[in-house]
């Protein structure tokens, strides 16, 4: 649903900023995009230009109503990726929701803030060799980009490890808890993974927590773009916005290449037109666009260019490669004793019409809830001796378990069936994934999809992560916190049947086999993408420490593609302090390769502390 709110300060119109030079060209006004745009035209005499394939959401009220996201997926604002067929995951081809509009998944996601946990960070240093990308290194840009809202009926946390004040922008705090997400937190502590207030506060990722959300004081949506393009940010005469700008290729030039800008349509069949950097290019179009964008423009795997007609510029074999993502093996869902006990009803626009009125009075309710309200993390190992410990440094969890009060199924297209008075739910995710995949070119084209092989579960500890999670989560489900709100008198041992394994007569006796065969028919990706452009100090890495691409000058990527490994968390966080950053390196404020004890410094230029492993 979209709403006219006056003129847009974006241009879509390129006879307005084409074939002009700019000191920076942004490549994707998405999640990092924003952060960039707004940190770099911060300087009065630096000329900042991003280019966005998607539109403006200012009008689009899906964008503000928390509860509400899901109706964005496959819609207007959504690249609608999916894989190429899955060996492993029974032959189907995934979903694969993209924010396609300034603010990138930020604005479409779950609205979950999650800071990466320390040892993932420090994983990146002590075994990627990433200098200065560490937890310490880090940590002050998780914490200035935030600005933290406490309110008294929410848990008590230690709020030195939060925002209160000062420049941060993006709002966060505790948003909507269902009585049966208190009851999945209750129910977790029960079953050996603690509650643990704030996994956010540096020291404890692991146990069960109600969410922080980047959702603001009027219950609206705080995206990359709301926080860091505002209205006193996009009014900067020094900062131009372009959207439904198609970017089909960079433009270098030289034997030994320099980026001098980008090229771009707006529409297949449309004119080219050119865009031109004084200073540099920088990619930000996430980790299925930024290696699209490198390949079509002659960055990559030779054979790949010459079988696509397109003329090498630089062989790179690894472009689109070391890809991650984290997948899910579907709900474990809980048909409950009552319809008071599920939000099943926000899911029809007739029914929550009532919480919508609400919300739109009060910005309270219901609607503002991130479906996704509370979440448990854990280590696999210390529950299952079959399984493989992959958690970084030996601390970092490898699974998720993530409570909704409804029923979130096919990325919310499946419903709750009728007859049947509603559903929560216990979603188990793998949170450190060995399975790698690849991201190649369909064709020369920018407008025909990539082709993405992500190859989930083709390293078979994920597997056993997997199955072990589910039991895990039966176990949560069956516990007595739960009692008020399932109904267990409801059995049904049919393995097909929507309920099952939660409704079998005896969930311990359910086989691994069976999991399997459950997890195949059932599983759904969380849209987590990460790797395919990866930094580090080896042969194969894409990246330099300073985000560079290594023999091309003058391109620089920043988004979740420049990942080493896979994090433990919901990536947004992460991906805007590292945007932050990337800001600081290249404005000349931090020196990524010096001893972060001694060297890392924003603000005011207070050295930062190292920190220990967790």
């Given amino acids: 649903m979209v709403f006219g709110f006056g003129s847009s300060p974006f241009l879509s119109d390129p006879r307005k900023y084409a074939d002009k030079h700019y000191d920076y060209v942004i490549i994707g006004g998405g999640t990092a995009g924003s952060v960039l745009a707004s940190r770099l035209s911060e300087d009065a005499n630096v000329s900042v230009c991003v280019l966005e394939a998607g539109g403006d959401p200012s009008g689009i009220i899906e964008t503000k109503v928390p509860a509400a996201f899901g109706k964005l997926f496959k819609g207007a604002n959504d690249w609608d990726y999916e894989t190429e067929e899955e060996p492993e995951v029974g032959g189907r081809r995934m979903q694969l929701p993209r924010g396609k509009m300034l603010g990138g998944s930020s604005s479409m996601n779950a609205m979950m803030y999650q800071r990466c946990p320390p040892s993932d960070l420090n994983e990146w240093e002590e075994r990627y060799g990433c200098t200065g990308w560490g937890d310490a290194s880090l940590r002050p840009y998780f914490k200035r980009s935030q600005l933290f809202t406490m309110r008294p009926e929410r848990p008590t946390i230690d709020l030195s490890h939060h925002s209160l004040d000062g420049d941060g922008t993006w709002q966060v705090g505790y948003s909507w808890l269902s009585k049966p997400g208190e009851a999945f937190i209750d129910a977790c502590d029960a079953s050996g993974v603690p509650a643990n207030p704030d996994v956010n506060d540096g020291k404890h990722p692991i146990g069960a927590t109600r969410f922080q959300t980047f959702i603001d004081q009027k219950g609206q949506r705080s995206s990359a773009f709301t926080a860091y393009l505002p209205a006193s940010v ?365 060297h890392t410094s924003i603000g005011n230029g207070a050295p930062v502390a190292q920190s220990s492993r967790l």
């Fill in 234 to 598: 996009t009014s900067r005469s020094n900062l131009t916005i372009a959207i439904n700008a198609h970017v089909t290729r960079i433009l270098l030039e030289g034997a030994e290449p320099v980026a001098t800008g980008a090229e771009f349509q707006l529409k297949r069949d449309g004119p080219r037109h050119r865009v031109y950097a004084n200073k540099e290019v920088i990619l930000c179009g996430g980790a299925y666009n930024s290696p699209q964008t490198m390949l079509l423009s002659g960055l990559g795997p030779a054979e790949e260019l010459k079988k696509h007609n397109i003329p090498l510029v630089k062989d790179m074999p690894d472009v689109g490669k070391n890809l991650y993502d984290h997948v899910c093996t579907s709900g474990l869902y809980g048909r409950t004793s009552s319809s008071a006990h599920s939000l099943d009803y926000l899911t029809s626009d007739l029914k929550s019409l009532p919480a919508l009125i609400r919300w739109l009075a009060t910005g309270g309710g219901p609607m503002t809830t991130n479906v996704g309200e509370a979440a448990a993390f854990a280590r696999m190992a210390d529950f299952d001796s079959k399984v493989e410990d992959h958690g970084s440094l030996g601390f970092g969890p490898d699974i998720e378990f993530i409570h909704t009060p409804l029923c979130f199924r096919d990325h919310g297209a499946t419903t709750t069936p009728a007859g049947h008075p509603g559903t929560i739910s216990i979603a188990v995710i793998g949170l450190r994934p060995l399975s790698k995949g690849s991201v190649t070119l369909r064709s020369n084209s920018v407008f025909d999809k990539a082709v993405i092989r992500h190859n989930y579960w083709t390293e078979p500890n994920d597997r056993r992560v997997l199955i072990a999670g589910v039991r895990k989560g039966l176990e949560i489900f069956h516990n007595a916190a739960f009692d008020p709100y399932v109904d267990r008198s409801y059995v049904n041992d049919d393995e097909d049947s929507f309920y099952w394994p939660v409704s079998s007569s005896n969930y311990k006796a359910i086989t691994d086999e069976q999991i399997i065969r459950w997890m195949h028919k059932n599983s759904f990706t969380l849209y987590h993408p990460v790797g395919s452009l990866r930094m580090g100090v080896d042969d194969k890495a894409v990246l330099d420490l300073q985000l560079r691409v290594r023999g091309v000058k003058n391109l620089r990527v920043c988004d979740a593609s420049i990942m080493p490994q896979q994090i433990a968390c919901h990536p947004t966080a992460t991906i805007i302090a590292i945007a932050e950053k990337t800001a600081d390196i290249i404005r000349g404020k931090v020196a990524v390769n010096d001893d972060a004890t001694r």
